[in-house]
Every structure is written in C-alpha cells, then in structure tokens.
C-alpha cells in the first residue's frame, strides 16, 4: 500500500542527501587514505606503535558512540527536533578535523592532537549521522526509501571520491618527485617534508562538510519541539529503557541489528585491512594505496546508485543478501592471491619493481576483486539503513538509528582485533584476513531468519 505522507519540498530531499557527500571525507580522507596512513608513517615511532594508538583511538571513540548513540537518540524523539543536535555534533566534527593540521612530524605534541582531533571529529560525524539518518521517513513515502537512501550513499561516494582526486592532484606529492599525481608542485606552498598536504585533509574537510551541510538546516523541514530539554532528557531516558526491554518483543529488529553488528564489523575491517594486505604481498606505497581508493569509490557510487532503484523494486533485505553472498565470494577470492600465485594454485610472475603500476597478474586481479568489493558495499550500507527504517516503529526512529549505530560500532573493534591476533599467531598475513569469512557468513545466516515487512 502506498503512503501518504505530507509533502515535502524536493529542495529539501536534495538538501538532506548533500548531508552524506559532506561527512564523507572525514571517512575517506581522515580515516582510511591519508591522514591515517600519515599518523602510522610519519607521527608514531613506528608503523607498528602508530596502527596500534590509532586502534586504541578508534576503540575509545567507539564506546563513547555504541554508549550515547542510543541515549540520544531516545532524547531527541521526546524532544521531537534533530537539527539542533546536528548542528552541536557539527561543531565537533569541524573542531576535531582543524586540530590535524597542527601535527607536524617531530612535534612534541603532534601525536596527542592528533589523536584528540581524530576522537573527536569522529564522534561529531557518528553522532550528527545517527539524527540525519532519523530524518529519513520524514521526507519520501516508505515505497521510496530505498532510492533516498542509496542516492544518499552513493552522492556520498561522489564526495569522498571527488575529496580524494583534489588531494592527490593538488596537495599530496609523491616522496620520489615532489609533484602531485597530476604533475604539479603542491598548492599553498606545502611541504612533504613537514606533512603539510597529509595535515591540509583535516581543515580541507571541515570546509568541506560546512558549505554542503549548511543547505540541510536552512531547507530540510525538523520535527516541532514537543518539549523542553530536560523533560526530554527524563522521557527520553525512559522510553529508551522501555524500547530495550521490548527488543525481545521485536524478535524481527533485534535479530536484524544483532546480523548488522556482526556483518558491518566484517565490512570495516575488510576496508580496514584492504591496504595493508595489499601492502604486504605486493609492496604497495601510499600511492598505490591511494588509487585503489579511487577505484573502490568509483564502483562504491556506482553500486550505491544501483542498489537504489533494486531496493524499491525488491526490497532492501534481498540487496543486503545478496551484497553478503557476493563479499564472501570476493573476500575468498582475494584471500587465493599471494605475492606469485592466484586461485591458490595457479603460478604468476610477482611484481617487479619499475615495470610499471599494476603491471603484474595478481596486482590487476586485487583491483578488479577490489572493485567488486566496492561495488557491494555501496548497496549493503544504503539497504542496511533503508532496513532499518522499515522495521523500526516510526515513533521511534531515532532511538532504533541510535541503536543501529550502536551495533555498528559496539564491536568495531572485534574485527580488526581478530584480523590482528590471528596474523600475529600465525605470522600469516592470509591467515588473519581469512576470519573475515565468518564475520560475513555469520552475518548472512542471521539475516536470513528476519522476516522483512511487507512493502
């Protein structure tokens, strides 16, 4: 059955999916293709010391996040507004991504701020997304849900890809040359040896978020206020005990969070682990590694854009399945690559240095498996949240969001801790990825016991 909803201006509707492409170089930028990297490489002592306090980092800000994402949620639905709450979140995020600029190698207090910078903004980005994420039955009928959520996604991917290609070509040089992918001396007069293009990733992203978001608080209708904010904190409170309690009642939303939590630490360690693996068996620098970013945001949009449209047709829970079933066939796939072999068995000639990017066998196979990872991830994200919005009851969205982002990070960790203590016990790098294999299949098999409702 079709629903009826009121109205909503279209400017609105593009104003709130400009909200993902905003967010989305604090992830691309911050905390997978530069600055990451950057910490480990430049900052700590060593790669070792820099993957493990930025481990630690991630893991702190995730408790904070699986901890109040719930709570909040359960305040801004007795409250009824989200935009104030956005925009509290968005001050954090722009403060947490300015401190990165202020982290020059050698610095006595670089490797704090940094990691203070990278706590915070990525508690403002978490937090602003789970009340942006709440807004979404507001704007287009039920039926549409799917086509918002997976356009969102894959602008989103528009806007970390387009994020990336300015850094490469105008601020980040390559250490044999000192000159940008394209060719170019970097701009403002930054300096490879100071980290000044690796640092400009932190202000570059808050002016980033701040001009795309702005047209979300001046165009998006909120909610009206229903009540006071302390009233709203006791109500809220509250209802989000009742809400927790009733999970067992809700066998369909509690089973759905519990797959996501267990599929969603698969995907993050996976992107997580991506470069490394690849870094290990073939020797790929930061600029190999940033390439294949490229690439995996490419097939990210494109496969976001898709799964849209296949969404509203069929459905979010049949896109979220078949997105897993075809990770663990590519994560298999990836798995059978070694430095000369592929398919585990079949022999080829190993990467040799100076015959070219990519130029060797399994090089081109990880891309091409690469980008079929990519290409799954954008429609298994934006179906996971239009899942969510149809299994959660509308008057209270924002606390089972709260919860969605709970289960997405309250083991985040697990993961990239598994991946690492498997590698460390069997000194195989193969060996530790292979555990992504059950985060994946796991995942499937619980989803494949959530009735999804009737569209």
Known sequence: MMSVMRAVPRRAVVAWILFDPAAQPVFTLITTFVFAPYFAGRLAATPAEGQALWGFATAGAGVVIAVLSPILGAIADAAGR??????????????????????????????????????????????????????????????????????????????????????????????????????????FGLDPATGGGDRLSGPLSALWYVVLVLPLFLFVPDRPRRMAIGAAVRGGLAELV?????????????????????????????FAFGGLYAT???????????????????????????????????????????????????????????????????PVAPPVHGHGLF??????????????????????????????????????????FGLYALTGTLTSFAGPLLVGAVTAWTAD?????????????????????????RR
């Open 82 to 187: 989200r935009k104030p709450w956005i925009a509290a979140f968005s001050v954090l995020l722009v403060l947490g991504c300015v401190l990165l600029w202020f982290t020059p190698p050698g610095a006595a207090n670089s490797i704090p701020l940094a990691l203070a910078g990278f706590i915070v903004a990525t508690l403002g980005v978490e937090f602003a997304t789970v009340f942006n994420n709440a807004m979404m039955p507001d704007l287009v009928p039920a039926e549409r849900l799917g086509r918002l959520s997976g356009t969102g996604w894959a602008v989103g991917y528009v806007g970390g890809l387009v994020s990336l290609v300015l850094m490469l070509s105008f601020a980040l040089a390559n250490p044999a040359t000192d000159r940008t992918i394209a060719g170019l001396v970097p701009v």
């Open 429 to 453: 790098q193969r060996a530790g990825m292979s555990i992504l294999l059950v985060f994946f299949v796991t995942g499937a098999v619980l989803l494949a016991a959530v009735r999804a409702p």
């Open 242 to 270: 009742r809400t927790l309690r009733a999970l067992g009642g809700r066998r369909n939303a509690a089973l759905y969070l519990l797959a996501h939590m267990i599929y969603a630490d698969g995907l993050v360690a996976l």
């Open 280 to 346: 290990g068996i073939f020797g790929w620098t930061s600029f190999e590694i940033g390439l294949f970013g490229i690439l995996l945001t490419i097939t990210g949009t494109i496969g976001a854009l898709a799964g849209g449209p296949l969404d509203d047709r069929f459905g979010p829970k049949p896109v979220v399945m078949g997105s897993l079933l075809g990770l663990i066939v590519a994560a298999a796939a990836i798995l059978s690559i070694s430095h000369d072999r592929i398919f585990f068995v079949v």
């Open 359 to 400: 130029a060797a066998t399994g090089e081109r196979l990880y891309l091409a498996l690469g980008a079929v990872i990519g290409g799954l991830a954008g429609p298994l994200q934006a179906a996971s949240r239009t899942l969510l919005a149809r299994l959660a009851p509308r008057e209270e969205m924002t606390q089972f």
